[in-house]
């Protein structure tokens, strides 16, 4: 059981380059989400999927773009990098989306734009 | 709009003290909240939790915290620290009353060293 696997571990795109993080669980969670952290602000949250077919704005989407693929995956695209996208991104997923649910987190991909 | 505050960037404590992480909320409704625990290079883990009931949490690791609704405050508690505690610490809130309120909203972390 591993939990929730995000690929790659470290990347660094050139400015208006693309990419997609990958991410996946295997706890037949219904709740995905991406985050970013930058030092000092804690994390924000850029997207989320309620459940499979859907997703959803969060606090920091600008720039973003997102796919759930199925129940499992939840990749998370930038589609023309900018340096203001550095950060640690982590994708986390959650039983459901009630309010007491935790949520369990990925180890995270450390993005570097140039 | 929900809100963390966790008004220590820092907090030191000797090996074997009790240590205390501070942490305050605002929200317009009843809070869910939460504390995750971040090591170097990891991913968060999740701590424990107030949902409901007994305003004494435990939780993982020897952990706990209280909830005090007077004053909007869930601080985290260990009574003897460990070195391997040494870590980033964030507390989190959700609205309980915000439909479609899927926002957990995090403070922007403690980091706690303890000092051997």
């Known amino acids: 059981n591993a939990g929730v696997t995000q690929t790659p571990k470290f990347q660094v795109l050139k400015t208006g380059q693309s990419m997609t993080l990958q991410c996946a669980q295997d706890m037949n969670h219904n709740s995905m989400y991406w985050y970013r952290q930058d030092p000092g602000m804690g994390l924000r949250l850029i997207y989320y999927s309620a459940s499979e077919g859907t997703t959803d704005k969060g606090e920091v989407p600008n720039g973003y773009n997102v796919s759930r693929l199925n129940k499992r995956e939840f990749s998370l695209r930038l589609e023309s990098a900018a340096p203001s996208q550095t950060s640690v991104y982590f994708c986390?997923?959650?039983?459901?989306?009630?309010?007491?649910?935790?949520?369990?987190f990925g180890p995270g991909t450390r993005l570097t734009v140039l | 709009a929900q809100s963390v505050a966790q008004p220590e960037d820092q907090v030191n404590v000797a090996e074997g003290n009790p240590l205390t992480v501070k942490c305050t909320y605002s929200v317009s409704g009843n809070p869910y909240l939460f504390w995750y625990v971040q090591y170097p290079n990891r991913g968060l883990q999740f701590l424990l939790k107030?949902?409901?009931?007994?305003?004494l949490v435990k939780g993982s690791y020897g952990f706990e915290a209280e909830f005090n609704k007077s004053q909007t405050s869930f601080h985290l508690k260990k009574p003897s620290a460990l070195v391997s505690d040494s870590a980033l610490y964030f507390c989190?809130?959700?609205?309980?009353?915000?439909?479609?309120?899927?926002?957990?909203?995090f403070g922007k972390g403690t980091k706690l060293s303890v000092i051997p």
């Open positions: 989190a809130v959700r609205d309980f009353s915000g439909a479609g309120s899927y926002q957990l909203t």
């Open positions: 986390a997923s959650s039983i459901g989306t009630n309010s007491y649910n935790e949520q369990f």
């Open positions: 107030y949902i409901t009931g007994d305003n």
